[in-house]
């Protein structure tokens, strides 16, 4: 039944079977709060703020730390605030209006994890949104990642110097041995392109 194929399409995301939606947003939070820890630790140590790649004007180091505690903040606000509207259950719609059985759609949206049953068939049969507005702050999250990502491969360089990458995060280069490439940060940036497609792709499921 289509209400049955619509409910399969929104537990996967968004239903009690998806322990991986809150594991994202503790990720963002623990992220957030180690970004913090950090803009605490830097006191009143000073850097340069860039524009076109070109030194502008001194900023505090936390207040370059504490931009990407706002991008991140707003990435965990999207992610809760698509689930108020995609956590609602459409078992009950039928093929396209309601069931033909008498059902308490309340205790069945409780039972799988719903917040509650959705409110029209027609809709709840044919609806996509929940997964494209999912993708979409997916999209979000992995563009300010990819942002941080290709900063911190900048302020690596010796043409910076901000940043001293660890060994264990780099790798070497046999032709040139005195190298540190950043290839986790290069990963990080690079995966932001698979995010961005996804909303297509939604959009023809």
């Known amino acids: 039944m289509p209400d049955a194929a619509a409910t399969n399409r929104s537990r996967p995301t968004f239903g009690s079977c998806a322990p991986q939606h809150r594991h994202l947003q503790n990720l963002i939070a623990d992220w957030v709060e180690a970004i913090l820890i950090r803009a ?18 001194p900023v505090l180091v936390a207040h370059w730390l504490l931009a990407y505690v706002e991008m991140f903040l707003r990435d ?45 068939s027609m809709d709840a049969t044919s609806d996509r949104d929940f997964a494209i507005e999912f993708v979409d702050a997916l999209s979000m999250l992995a563009l300010h990642l990819s ?18 990458l660890p060994e264990a995060y780099s790798t070497g280069s046999s032709a040139m041995p005195q190298k540190k490439i950043p290839t986790c940060w290069n990963w990080c940036a690079a995966r932001r392109r698979a995010c961005w497609d996804a909303p297509l792709r939604c959009e023809r499921w």
């Open 76 to 120: 965990a606000a999207r992610f809760a605030d698509c689930r108020k509207r995609a956590n609602l259950c459409p078992l009950g719609s039928g093929a396209v209006s309601g069931a033909t059985l008498t059902i308490n759609r309340q205790a069945i949206a409780a039972e799988l994890g719903f917040d509650a049953p959705t409110a029209n």
């Open 40 to 57: 605490e630790a830097a006191g009143s140590n000073a850097m340069p703020a860039y524009t076109h790649l070109q030194p502008a004007e």
């Open 147 to 164: 942002r941080w990502a290709e900063e911190m491969i900048l302020f690596s360089t010796s043409a910076y110097g901000f940043v001293e």
